[in-house]
């Protein structure tokens, strides 16, 4: 690729194989995702992102769109192509008048909680605060208070995009809403985030959060604690995990954990259910909500290796939790199968408002597998798509596709048929030529 002409007229920062701190800027967050792209770009304004996407199609070269780098997939990166890196593009601004944020495509989830915390407010996005705002959010945007103020794709009011052509676009329910139906949960494959506005909403800063471990053995009577809470509590998040215990010296169990975003007095109270049932360790307590939201940034944090597999549940069954609970015999370390609640807010919105499906969901199930040496590459996988398919047969229609690794996964299979017609009509809009295709591609 001759990047002569570009260097010229592009005003960010351009990284070629030969440029020293290559091998550094190369880097995402799944060590499994190594590749060699020909040329890595830092735009610093929405001019540079155009000039950036103009040249890439003038070289007929593959495009990867790294916001945080944090794709599971490996799609922040490429071989060969060219890597648009918004890292320089991370200003966020909250106005707590309107209760509103605005961040640019390369700000990091730990950016927006920060600023929202400021005015006592907040946004609903994920778990690692490293994770970037434009990736979390294009995909659906799980996390702790989904339960309570919905996904972040529910809180998102407008984006601002350049397009495979180079031309910017600004998308809403009143401007282009049929780009913004779809970039709510297939937002990757239609342009560059460079702009998001979300509402805000008001939040303490402490929150009661925590955990409580059981034996195994005890999986299925506690299940029952769980649906019968999640039934009556529909603003609480709650996180079950089928693994071993490292401070438990490896012992298998049944966790519970919990976000409430209550009063500490409230949230003792509805939590008694599980905190009085015998547990082996408790970890409940008052916390910072910025330390939580910080909490595993360390543990996951970048050059491990990661895989994972996910569908929804529309119960909680007795039969996928026995089949959880048998895989941990094998169960790998740096493992677990998850189960997060859906339902409250994220059950209140149409499953047909936005390209994001799975609003009838009660739980996400994923196996969630994390390691260091590559050699375990081929072992991890296979054992994370085999205690998958064990609980398959229980999914229902809609995929997480933030969660989704494997490429060419049949759309229809992440979004239905209906919809991904409709994404496929949006595509041959947008991006006939699948300019955007590193993502879970709709092909037009």
């Given at each position: 690729m001759n990047a002569t002409g570009f260097r010229e007229r592009f005003a960010g920062e351009v990284i070629g194989p030969g440029d020293a701190g290559y091998d550094q800027a190369r880097v995402v967050w799944n060590a499994v995702a190594d590749r060699r792209p020909s040329l890595i770009v830092r735009p610093t304004s929405v001019d540079d992102v155009i000039t950036a996407i103009r040249f890439a199609r003038e070289q007929e070269v593959v495009m990867a769109v790294r916001g945080g780098g944090h794709?599971?997939?490996?799609?922040?990166?490429?071989?060969?192509?060219?890597?648009?890196?918004?890292?320089?593009?991370?200003?966020?601004?909250?106005?707590?008048?309107?209760?509103?944020?605005?961040?640019?495509?390369?700000?990091?989830?730990?950016?927006?909680?920060?600023?929202?915390?400021?005015?006592?407010?907040?946004?609903?996005?994920?778990?690692?605060?490293h994770t970037g705002v434009a990736g979390l959010t294009l995909g659906g945007g799980m996390g702790r208070l989904q339960r309570k103020f919905g996904l972040t794709v529910d809180n998102l009011l407008s984006v601002d995009l350049v397009t495979a052509e180079g031309e910017r676009v600004h998308a809403s329910e009143s401007e282009n809403p049929d780009l913004f139906w779809g970039l709510r949960g297939a937002g990757a494959n239609f342009g560059v985030a460079t702009s998001f506005e979300f509402r805000l909403h008001p939040q303490e800063g402490t929150i009661f959060q925590g955990m409580v471990a059981f034996p195994i053995e005890r999986s299925l009577e506690i299940a029952e604690r769980v649906r019968e809470f999640?039934?009556?509590?529909?603003?609480?998040?709650v996180a079950l995990a089928f693994t071993k215990s490292e401070e438990l010296g490896g012992r298998p169990v049944f966790v519970v954990g919990s976000t409430h975003a209550g009063s500490v007095e409230q949230a003792e109270r509805d939590l008694r259910v599980?905190?009085?049932?015998?547990?082996?360790?408790?970890?409940?307590?008052?916390?910072?909500?910025?330390?939580?939201?910080?909490?595993?940034?360390?543990?996951?944090?970048?050059?491990?290796?990661?895989?994972?597999?996910?569908?929804?549940?529309?119960?909680?069954?007795?039969?996928?939790?026995?089949?959880?609970?048998?895989?941990?015999?094998?169960?790998?370390?740096?493992?677990?199968?998850?189960?997060?609640?859906?339902?409250?807010?994220?059950?209140?919105?149409?499953?047909?408002?936005?390209?994001?499906?799975?609003?009838?969901?009660?739980?996400?199930?994923?196996?969630?597998?994390?390691?260091?040496?590559?050699?375990?590459?081929?072992?991890?996988?296979?054992?994370?798509?085999?205690?998958?398919?064990?609980?398959?047969?229980?999914?229902?229609?809609?995929?997480?596709?933030?969660?989704?690794?494997?490429?060419?996964?049949?759309?229809?299979?992440?979004?239905?048929?209906?919809?991904?017609?409709?994404?496929?009509?949006?595509?041959r809009k947008y991006d006939p030529d699948n300019f955007f295709r590193l993502n879970q591609n709709i092909k037009p």
């Open positions: 794709s599971v997939a490996g799609f922040s990166t490429c071989d060969g192509g060219m890597v648009l890196d918004l890292s320089r593009m991370r200003e966020v601004t909250v106005d707590p008048v309107r209760k509103r944020a605005v961040t640019q495509g390369g700000a990091h989830l730990s950016q927006l909680d920060t600023a929202a915390q400021e005015h006592g407010l907040v946004c609903p996005v994920g778990v690692v605060g999640v039934a009556t509590h529909d603003d609480v998040h599980f905190r009085e049932a015998g547990g082996l360790m408790d970890t409940f307590g008052p916390k910072p909500y910025l330390a939580v939201q910080g909490a595993a940034d360390e543990s996951l944090g970048w050059g491990q290796r990661f895989y994972t597999k996910a569908g929804f549940l529309t119960e909680l069954s007795d039969e996928v939790i026995g089949l959880c609970a048998a895989e941990v015999e094998t169960i790998p370390p740096g493992t677990e199968l998850s189960l997060w609640t859906f339902g409250g807010a994220v059950g209140r919105v149409a499953d047909d408002a936005m390209a994001y499906t799975g609003r009838n969901a009660r739980f996400n199930l994923s196996a969630e597998l994390m390691w260091t040496d590559p050699a375990d590459d081929e072992g991890r996988v296979a054992w994370g798509r085999a205690a998958f398919a064990k609980v398959q047969p229980f999914m229902t229609t809609g995929r997480y596709v933030n969660d989704v690794v494997e490429a060419g996964t049949d759309g229809a299979q992440i979004y239905g048929r209906a919809k991904y017609e409709r994404l496929v009509a949006l595509k």
